[in-house]
């Protein structure tokens, strides 16, 4: 994405103001602020957890019955894939994210964010979902390598850095660290480096999500795809006729809102050979596409958690007293909304019959409330008596708000992406009270870290997903205590 104004204000600066670190990266002892706008983050006082009684009094918390994480949307990429596409960030939602000025630290920010999980006593991690953000088997090999621990050599094609944001890149649209101010000499070829990674110490748990599965997370992978990704040639501006406004155009706002059509028109213009302007880059096999299945069977694999089949929907137990049920929302067809189909609203219910006594806890890439199926899905979760929360990534916003049901309720939740600012990890504990129960949650920074660290000040820089985009939400989205009835 655009720096864009952001630029233009520190365009007379030769390097970026120092961050301060917050050696605790808990919200709860410290936060990460920007006070008077300047861009410049400086730490600030703790966020103490606010009481929210909506759906029920406030009551004493008792018993402990569960303690996990969200880690949700790190896309990490293959920044120097063809596949990458960055180019169509030109065309505006909803290709408003297919460049990020800090995309190349990703593998360190995830890692960052492991080491912050690794000081939680935590029974569960959940990873919800965009754990890539292409679909190629290369970034698999590094996120899954970061979660593993171990070696992690984040590099493609020739060694070192090709593209984009090369020094001699002469676009004005992509930001060069070691030319464009806020100036990072030398980041990239850092971030590019191998280095070890201290991987997840507890059990974690997979959700897919639209760009672990599809390119761009909207476009299906087909063979002419697969030949770009794998290939010598680097679109740097779309076809001429390619835009996102008029009636007869090839890739129209409807085409690309989420629908399947759009791998279809791709497929189309990369069969005939219109791929506007192009340059030559070194080319990898590696970054071949994976087919769904292939995709969902490495997140098993790594994991060691998810049942078999072609749906990543499954479910365990965290800590003594909450049943976990992950659903798989991604339509393998194309587009970035989410879909289930008949087959898994049976299983739902099922599922939910199947916990019992315990409080339930569902987990989705895409929020159930933002589509049609999982709506039907909150439907069947407002029949059972025991329901904590439903709690997805994909928006990469932290929001909170109650869904009152003749039960009671239970509460939606999304959380803050590791791609974007704040860059944040999400902390829950579970308690049974007099009255029912009361899930605390917290949002937590990535652990120090130069990459990771620089990473979230590009992030908060950022014209498109920084400031002007209001991830953090409130303080009642983020570090609060949620009372249920039981």
């Known amino acids: 994405m655009l720096l864009a104004a952001v630029l233009a204000m520190l365009s007379g600066l030769a390097c970026g103001a120092p961050v301060e670190r917050d050696p605790a990266p808990s919200t709860l002892l410290g936060t990460l602020r920007d006070p008077d706008g300047d861009g410049y983050l400086q730490r600030e006082a703790r966020e103490p957890l606010l009481d929210r009684t909506e759906l029920a009094p406030r009551a004493p918390a008792q018993a402990t019955i569960g303690r996990f994480a969200q880690l949700s949307d790190a896309h990490v990429s293959d920044e120097e894939s063809p596949a990458r596409l960055e180019a169509l960030d030109r065309l505006g939602s909803p290709f408003s994210s297919a460049f990020r000025p800090q995309e190349a630290l990703e593998p360190r920010v995830l890692a960052a ?25 290369n970034e698999y090999a590094t996120a899954l390598s970061v979660l593993s621990g171990g070696s992690v050599d984040p590099d493609s094609g020739r060694p070192g850095y090709e ?4 020094a001699g890149s002469a676009d004005p649209f992509f930001y060069r660290p070691a030319v464009d101010p806020p100036r990072h000499r030398g980041i990239l070829a850092a971030a590019e480096r191998t280095f070890m990674a201290p991987g997840l110490r507890v059990p974690w748990y ?18 002419p795809l697969n030949a770009l990704a794998v290939g010598a040639r680097r679109i740097v501006e779309p076809p001429s006729g390619v835009r996102l406004t008029g009636s007869t155009t090839d890739l129209s706002a409807a085409a690309l809102d989420g629908r399947p059509q759009a791998a279809l028109l791709a497929d189309r213009l990369l069969r005939e050979g219109r791929l506007g302007i192009t340059q030559p880059v070194a080319a990898d096999p590696r970054r071949h596409l994976l087919p769904a299945t292939a995709a969902v069977d490495r997140l098993r694999a790594a994991s060691r958690h998810g049942t078999g089949g072609e749906r990543l929907d499954y479910t365990f137990d965290i800590g003594r007293g909450v049943r976990a049920i992950v659903l798989d929302a991604v339509s393998r067809n194309g587009g970035s909304g989410g879909t289930l189909s ?23 890439h895409q929020p159930l409330q933002s589509f049609p199926a999982g709506r039907r899905a909150l439907t069947l979760l407002d029949a059972h008596p025991r329901v904590l929360a439903a709690i997805a990534g994909h928006t990469h916003r932290n929001r909170i ?4 049901t003749r039960q009671g309720g239970y509460w939606l939740i999304t959380s803050a992406s590791l791609v974007d600012f704040p860059q944040q ?22 652990a120090p870290d ?37």
């Open 425 to 446: 990890v999400r902390v829950y504990v579970a308690r049974e009270t007099s009255g029912g129960a009361v899930l605390e949650t917290w949002m937590a920074d990535t």
């Open 206 to 223: 997979p959700v897919t999500g639209n760009h672990d599965l599809l390119v761009a997370g909207i476009l299906a992978p087909t063979p």
């Open 342 to 364: 008949a087959k898994q609203l049976r299983w739902l219910r099922r599922a939910l019959r199947g916990a019992g006594s315990r409080w339930v806890v569902v987990f989705s």
């Open 450 to 486: 130069p990459l990771a660290d620089t990473a979230r000040e590009l992030g908060h820089l950022d014209a498109q997903g920084g400031r002007p985009g209001g991830f953090s939400g409130g303080h009642t989205d983020r570090n609060v205590r949620l009372y249920v009835r039981g």
């Open 401 to 404: 708000e109650p869904h009152r």
């Open 113 to 137: 964010a492991t080491r912050t999980l690794n000081r939680e006593r935590l029974d569960a991690v959940v990873e919800t979902g965009d754990l890539v953000d292409g679909a190629q088997a």
């Open 163 to 166: 593209g984009v944001q090369a």
